[in-house]
């Protein structure tokens, strides 16, 4: 089955710095990456999602990348603010395994004021 | 609401007591997925509904673990003779769509299951 790694664990970073995490995933026939956010004791809320057709796709400051090649994906978040500390958790999804989407164990981003 | 709505939202069982955790998803949503989150862990997929139909249920751990949603909408996920290694979040969604690649799944809030 897929096998989702995700890096780092944790990340601190100064408001308006950027943060990058970065995933990889194994079954080359997985097609559709989404990111959930999760804050403290709340539900997972998707934030952005790609599909295997394209590279990159961006939503003001957020935006994510694909390497199909490689089998990597990325999230971007630029001008951070404090409202984006949180635990950040990727997945993969495939047709032939559409029932499951798997997830990365999470970054626990922290944005200091 | 709106949202995908769980009970109860917290729930302490003894070694051995049966549990039931009810999911209300978002009205009309076709496909309803359960998953558990163990501490500082993403969520692994337990099982998968679409409409009444359970399609797919290779993510129970164990037989103790029973799911049903018989008229296609609310779902109840029952755990018998609990065990400390069941001790964590369980997490519904939900989503208008079949399967999980086809766009965004609704989470709940969640049940957070501890065993003594």
């Known amino acids: 089955g897929e096998n989702v790694e995700q890096h780092p664990s944790t990340l601190s970073v100064q408001e308006g710095d950027s943060a990058v995490i970065k995933c990889t995933y194994s079954?080359?026939?997985?097609?559709?990456f989404p990111w959930y956010k999760q804050e403290l004791g709340k539900r997972p809320q998707l934030i952005i999602d790609?599909?295997?057709?394209?590279g990159e796709k961006k939503d003001q400051r957020i935006a994510v990348t694909l390497n199909k090649t490689a089998k990597h994906f990325s999230l971007h978040i630029t001008e951070t603010q404090p409202e984006d500390s949180a635990v950040y958790f990727c997945?993969?999804?495939?047709?032939?395994?559409?029932?499951?989407?798997?997830f990365g164990t999470g970054t626990r981003l922290t944005v200091i004021p | 609401g709106a949202g995908v709505s769980q009970s109860p939202r917290y729930k302490v069982a003894k070694r051995g007591q049966d549990v039931a955790l009810r999911c209300d998803p978002i009205?009309?949503?076709?496909?309803l997925f359960w998953y558990q989150q163990a501490l500082g862990q993403g969520p692994e997929f337990l099982t998968y509904f679409q409409n009444e139909a359970q399609l797919d249920k290779s993510g129970l751990p164990s037989d103790r673990f029973f799911a049903e949603r018989p008229e296609g909408s609310v779902s109840t996920l029952k755990i018998q003779r609990t065990q400390q290694e069941d001790s964590a979040v369980y997490l519904c969604a939900s989503s208008p769509r079949q399967g999980t690649n086809t766009g965004e799944l609704f989470f709940g809030e969640g049940s957070r299951l501890t065993v003594l």
């Open positions: 009205s009309g949503h076709v496909s």
């Open positions: 079954d080359s026939a997985s097609n559709y």
């Open positions: 790609i599909r295997s057709n394209v």
């Open positions: 997945a993969a999804s495939s047709q032939t395994g559409a029932n499951n989407l798997f």
